[in-house]
């Protein structure tokens, strides 16, 4: 069966360290992998996009690597702030323009 | 620009009653979608349109219809609300073009069905 599942519910850590959030499939052959941040009560809001020939892309301190051989996806921030703490929600797009696939999501809490 | 805006913020309805979730974007996208975001069961897809005129089925459609009223708007109907419809539904946009599918969220409609 597909599946696609972000490896924790929660993670946790200090101000300062770098967070990494881990995204897993099966079964699908993704074009595109999208990250996306959500604060409570809010929409989610579109980070990084990575396409499947492209082994990792930076923005500031956000750095997302794809491996279509593992099928995994690793989402780092790195000098994490309180300011981070969020959802984090990975999201797979098998063909530009359709509908996206998305997990569970991760809670980020980084603590002072 | 707004980007993508939804009615109601709120809603609670009696099982049985009927109610039309809106949504419109100002980006001129081609795409919209709804979807539906539950505790544990993240943002599952409820219908889409991929261009005015069209629309198809994502992986909740039961219980929901659609219209695509116009390229700007986009709106879920439920004809018979139960609930397990109780949940947060989301509008998105996108267009294809240097950010292939990305996609624009509305802030969400909180529905609860008794």
């Known amino acids: 069966s597909q599946k696609i599942e972000q490896n924790s519910e929660a993670l946790n850590i200090q101000e300062g360290k770098t967070a990494t959030l881990t995204c897993n499939y099966t079964?699908?052959?993704?074009?595109?992998l999208q990250w996306y941040r959500q604060d409570p009560g809010r929409g989610p809001v579109f980070l990084l996009l990575?396409?499947?020939?492209?082994k990792e892309k930076r923005k500031e301190r956000l750095k997302v690597t794809f491996d279509t051989t593992l099928k995994q996806s690793l989402f780092h921030i790195t000098a994490s702030q309180p300011a981070d703490s969020a959802t984090y929600l990975c999201?797979?797009?098998?063909?530009?323009?359709?509908?996206?696939?998305f997990g569970k999501g991760t809670t980020l809490s980084v603590s002072s | 620009n707004a980007g993508v805006t939804q009615t109601p913020k709120f809603q609670v309805l009696k099982t049985g009653q009927s109610m039309t979730l809106q949504c419109a974007q100002d980006?001129?996208?081609?795409?919209m979608y709804w979807y539906r975001q539950d505790p544990g069961m993240g943002l599952r897809l409820i219908y889409y349109?991929?261009?005015?005129?069209?629309?198809d089925k994502g992986e909740v459609p039961n219980g929901y219809n659609v219209s695509r009223l116009n390229k700007r708007e986009f709106s879920l109907r439920l004809e018979s609300a139960a609930p397990s419809q109780t949940s947060v539904y989301f509008c998105?946009?996108?267009?294809?073009?240097?950010?292939?599918?990305?996609?624009?969220f509305g802030p969400g409609t909180r529905l609860t069905v008794l």
């Open positions: 980006m001129n996208h081609n795409s």
């Open positions: 079964n699908y052959s993704p074009a595109y």
């Open positions: 990575i396409r499947e020939n492209e």
């Open positions: 998105a946009s996108s267009e294809v073009g240097d950010l292939v599918g990305t996609q624009y």
């Open positions: 999201a797979l797009d098998l063909q530009a323009g359709t509908a996206l696939i």
């Open positions: 349109s991929a261009s005015e005129g069209t629309t």
